[in-house]
């Protein structure tokens, strides 16, 4: 299991490199098939700069099924499981 | 308009009557053309004030924004939304706009109907001509219509992917309204319908103007796991 504090990741970086690295940290532990958790702790808003670098990409090169039961979030907000529900739902 | 003016040399002068005075005085046109700066805080805590959105500080004004309304009005609400609506609306200039830094945000709250109101402006190419980069046989309202499906996007930079438009439309709850003003089209969009019209005259550039009635957001939750 590996989990990422987003808020760290974040942290004097603009989203899109934020993104950028996530995705390599998500694309190497899924590599190795180790589940990914991504704690939210502190971290208000998913925008598409973010997750289209991230979470998007990595479903460009391996599908969205890849995801399934490989991929949770922890302390989310609400909303938060909204948008990125909806997020999934753009992708076929 | 002043800042474009401004960067071609012209001198522009401001007669003094209540809208000259209420752009001098209230909205510090002064400090912002005559002496280069980013942003002024207001004295009324309605006026969000007038800023100059800066590539370096893209991420920090939507936060700011979204920290003072917490602090002032709304501290149990989740507010992500609008934070999300500006970073989208800031991003999409650097992306695509072309606007050589000439953009600008401005924002007021009504207390009395909890409504937040949004103004984001730039000079740049405007959006219709952007989508026509990509699909040119489309008229100017079409080209909105098009910028507002999720899927379509002008892939200016690697991180664009559609979406944008439709996370600003989506913060707009029942009663509030996204209107759009670029080149020689107009649409108007709520939650409930979208409708076009043409522009008499060429604007050479965008104008996203909308409102968020922030009672209608949802007070802040947290979940302690969630999976895909």
Partial sequence: MCKIDIKALLEGRNYPEAGDILFGLMSDSLKKGEKVILNMEGVDSLPTMFLNTSIGQYIKDHGKDSLQGNLAFEKITAQQVVRVKEYLSRFA | ?228
């Avoid at chain 2, 002024?40 to 924004?65: A, G, M, N, Q, T």
């Avoid at chain 2, 438009?165 to 759009?180: H, M, P, Q, V």
């Fill in chain 2, 1 to 228: 308009m002043v800042d474009a003016l401004k960067q071609e040399g012209a001198k522009v002068y401001i007669r003094s009557n209540k809208m000259g005075d209420y752009l001098y005085n209230e909205l510090h046109f002064k400090d912002y053309f005559v002496d280069n700066k980013n942003f002024l805080p207001s004295h009324d805590e309605s006026l969000l004030s007038l800023w100059r959105v800066k590539e370096d500080e893209i991420d920090l004004h939507p936060e700011l924004i979204q920290q003072y309304l917490k602090r002032t009005f709304f501290s149990n609400k989740d507010l992500s939304a609008v934070k999300l609506s500006l970073l989208e609306s800031y991003y999409n200039i650097f992306d695509h706009a072309e606007a050589r830094n000439n953009a600008w945000s401005m924002m007021m709250y009504n207390e009395e109907c909890h409504r937040l109101y949004v103004a984001v402006g730039d000079l740049g190419i405007g959006i219709p001509t952007s989508v026509k980069r990509v699909i040119p046989s489309l008229s100017d309202e079409e080209a909105l219509l098009k910028a507002m499906e999720p899927t379509f996007t002008s892939m200016s930079r690697k991180h664009n992917r559609g979406l944008g438009l439709g996370y600003i439309k989506d913060a707009c709850t029942e009663g509030d309204s996204l209107t759009i003003v670029s080149n020689h089209a107009k649409l108007v969009t709520t939650q409930d319908r979208t409708t076009t019209a043409p522009m008499p005259f060429l604007f050479r550039g965008t104008l996203i103007y909308y409102e968020l009635t922030l009672t209608h957001f949802e007070n802040e939750e947290i979940i302690d796991n969630f999976e895909i």
